[in-house]
């Protein structure tokens, strides 16, 4: 217990650095932004906050070529000419602080999608928000980012994909009531993201009575047998919640190797080709596109922009993201000739959006800026590496 509430501490100084210095990064970048009309018969620019490279850049490449599908596709539909602009933030919550500033700064952008982690919200909510830019995320799941109190609640961050008060405690009962899971095994990564969702999974097994182990290592970690030396032989299940999918897939490879039955869980950071051990369980915030009715066409579109790659799970809730501002964008120009920032969020909640991505209409919820009846479901690595989707946790 100890340990966890420094590691908490530590992620709340962190957090208070962050957005204490956005706060003074450029006090006026706000003002002079705002002051920019976009024209509604011009382009819309919506920028796109994600991790563009390094361990995790396969997730923000896969996010960037579903937003710019999104533009086009949705912008045609609504009559507007809209384009994407990439930001990246690697998994550096700095290097997402320095991307939200260029962003501000650029004042043909009037939204942007991301940013894609819960610790790039996190150091770059106030900065957004000063500058009046809605912020939508496809992807950071934290459950604390929207909540009455935190600092990123600022109103002009949304979130279309359930949090981790959904996925956590879903992968948990699942371990619990379908693989009889007594002892665990839990690993955080000193990050918002990884530690929220890892402690909602301590949390429930404790709950149930599982016992369970907590391990702490760090994104930058590379070698992970130490740890796994130190899990019990007779452990079911561990939960690896982080963003870099190889380091979920060496976990899951030293177990084997070490002659250990426990099965691995990761979260939707690890939603990539590179966590590949079959049997392992990664869940996820949206289903897959495939299973949707009606979808074939979007996937086919999005194959004819992007050959030769295979379409994902993690990627399609960023065309979600690009449709809830672009819809917003279409009220707002309702009668108008051009808007301004803050225009597009007093139209984010005016009403549902239809063909929504995932299936059905969209809303937001009436009581927080989260998706209303958001969930995860549960996927398990096959022995080619490719992903079955098992059903909502």
């Known amino acids: 217990m100890k340990r966890r509430a420094l590691i908490a501490a530590a992620l709340g100084t962190l957090v208070a650095a962050s957005l204490a210095a956005s706060a003074s990064a450029d006090p006026q970048a706000g003002a002079r932004s705002e002051a920019a009309a ?5 382009t819309i620019n919506i920028g796109n906050l994600t991790v563009l490279t390094g361990p995790a850049a396969f997730l923000g490449q896969s996010q960037q070529s ?7 596709r949705v912008g045609a539909q609504l009559g507007l000419r809209a384009r994407v602009i990439g930001f990246d933030t ?3 919550p700095a290097v997402a602080l320095t991307a939200a500033q260029r962003l501000v700064g650029n004042r043909s952008v009037i939204a942007t999608i991301g940013p894609a982690t819960s610790g790039g919200v996190a150091a770059t909510s106030r900065t957004l928000a000063d500058a009046r830019v809605v912020h939508v995320t496809p992807s950071a799941t934290a459950a604390a980012l929207t909540k009455g109190g935190s600092p990123t609640a600022t109103g002009f961050f949304y979130r279309i994909v359930a949090d981790d008060s959904v996925q956590g405690t879903g992968q948990a009962k699942y371990a619990i009531d379908r693989l009889n899971a007594d002892k665990a095994t839990v690993f955080d ?3 918002p993201y990884s530690v929220g969702l890892a402690n909602t999974v301590e949390r429930y097994l404790e709950r149930r009575n599982v016992t369970v182990q907590r391990l702490s290592v760090t994104n930058s970690t590379s ?5 796994v030396t130190r899990i019990p032989s007779d452990t079911d299940v561990v939960f690896t ?9 060496q976990i899951a490879v030293l177990l084997k190797e070490q002659g250990k039955r426990a099965v691995v869980f990761g979260g939707d950071g690890t939603v990539d080709p590179a966590f590949k051990v079959p049997g392992s369980y990664v869940s996820n915030f949206a289903p897959d596109l495939a299973s949707i009715p009606g979808r074939a066409a979007i996937l086919n579109a999005w194959r004819r922009d992007n050959p030769g790659r295979t379409p994902d799970v993690f990627g399609p809730p960023a065309y979600g993201a690009v449709q809830s501002i672009l819809y917003a964008v279409k009220r707002a120009c309702a009668g108008k000739s051009s808007v301004e920032r803050i225009n597009v969020k007093r139209k984010m909640k005016s009403g549902p ?9 969209f809303r937001y919820s009436s009581k927080t800026n989260d998706p209303l009846n958001g969930g995860f479901w549960l996927y398990q690595v096959q022995a080619n590496g490719s992903l079955k989707q098992i059903g909502r946790l």
């Not at 976009?38 to 011009?42: E, L």
């Not at 579903?66 to 086009?72: D, F």
């Not at 070698?223 to 740890?227: M, Q």
């Open 241 to 249: 919640p982080f963003q870099v999918a190889a380091n979920a897939n």
């Open 38 to 42: 976009v024209s509604c018969r011009g």
């Open 223 to 227: 070698d992970f047998s130490s740890f």
């Open 90 to 92: 690697t998994l550096d």
């Open 66 to 72: 579903w937003a710019e599908l999104a533009a086009k």
């Open 189 to 191: 990564a000193q990050e």
């Open 353 to 361: 959006i239809p063909n929504w991505i995932l299936g059905g209409s």
